[in-house]
């Protein structure tokens, strides 16, 4: 089974995926527009949270199970090149925070939906971005400006 929903992410995140300027503001950008994404779907906290995800259908698991793997490893790939340009912390474990940023994401999509959706959640990018940021920047990096984040 072929999750549209994933390609249809992945469209929506590749220009800061795949573009050539910082990475920090490329993951900025990553982040506000996959919550813009699933800001205007409420069915996929819906999903994540259904019996037939978790219980019922492997094949569905086994879908949405990639299209996570797909975006941390993404990620990961633009915190290793931040590591390189001396933007993250050289330290980092671009694997684990990678998978602990899709986590955070996931926590804040289900809250939005347990809230009856009663926020927009883009909204929520500097929230997710000022928790991340001060974790992986490098020593005496500057918190980017997000006037190039839509």
Avoid: C
């Avoid at 879908?63 to 633009?78: F, H, I, K, N, P």
């Amino acid at each position: 089974m072929k999750l549209w929903l994933g390609s249809a992410l992945f469209r929506a995140i590749e220009g800061p995926l795949h573009a050539s300027g910082s990475p920090s503001r490329r993951l900025r950008q990553i982040i506000r527009r996959q919550l813009r994404f699933i800001g205007r779907r409420e069915g996929i906290p819906k999903l994540l949270r259904s019996d037939r995800l978790h219980f019922e259908s492997p094949v569905l698991r086994r879908s949405v199970t990639g299209v996570m793997a797909r975006y941390q490893a993404e990620v990961a790939q633009l915190i290793r090149i931040g590591v390189e340009r001396g933007e993250f912390r050289s330290d980092l474990d671009s694997e684990h925070i990678a998978r602990m940023l899709a986590l955070v994401i996931q926590g804040l999509v289900i809250n939005w939906s347990l809230s009856g959706f009663s926020y927009r959640l883009e909204h929520a990018t500097d929230d997710v971005w000022n928790l991340f940021w001060p974790a992986v920047r490098a020593p005496g990096k500057a918190l980017p400006d997000a006037t190039n984040t839509v």
